[in-house]
């Protein structure tokens, strides 16, 4: 099994910054791809910034220019800089690992963590 850890989250201000981190543990191995989402009260989930394993990265529209996605593949981490948030960046944070496992080599599934709270609120 892998074992996705959320951390960082917070109440800061407008304008603020404020940087996650999502650690994966346990049988892993090989890591595809690992992806922030967010869903604020009352919103369906969506992706926010994705990273593969090659280093390639995609962001939403909405946080395009604002959020850096990066990854440290010996760490098994992967980190997402919020910089000028907006009371709308409001949401609980999830990260998706995608990963095959040492008892299932050839097939890659999807692991959650539990959800960091990012609030921004003057």
């Known amino acids: 099994q892998v074992q996705v850890v959320e951390s960082g989250g917070g109440l800061v201000q407008p304008g603020g910054s404020l940087r996650l981190s999502c650690v994966a543990s346990?049988?892993?191995?090989?890591?595809?791809?690992m992806v922030w989402y967010r869903q604020a009260p009352g919103k369906e989930r969506e992706l926010v910034a994705a990273i593969a394993s090659g280093g390639t990265t995609e962001y939403s529209d909405s946080v395009k220019g604002r959020f850096i996605i990066s990854g440290d593949k010996d760490k098994n981490t992967v980190y997402l800089q919020m910089n000028s948030l907006k009371p709308e960046d409001t949401a609980v944070y999830y990260c998706?690992?995608?990963?095959?496992?040492?008892?299932?080599?050839?097939?890659?599934?999807?692991?959650w963590g539990q959800g960091t709270q990012v609030t921004v609120s003057s």
């Open positions: 346990g049988s892993i191995f090989r890591i595809y791809g």
């Open positions: 998706n690992v995608r990963s095959s496992t040492t008892t299932e080599r050839a097939i890659a599934y999807a692991y």
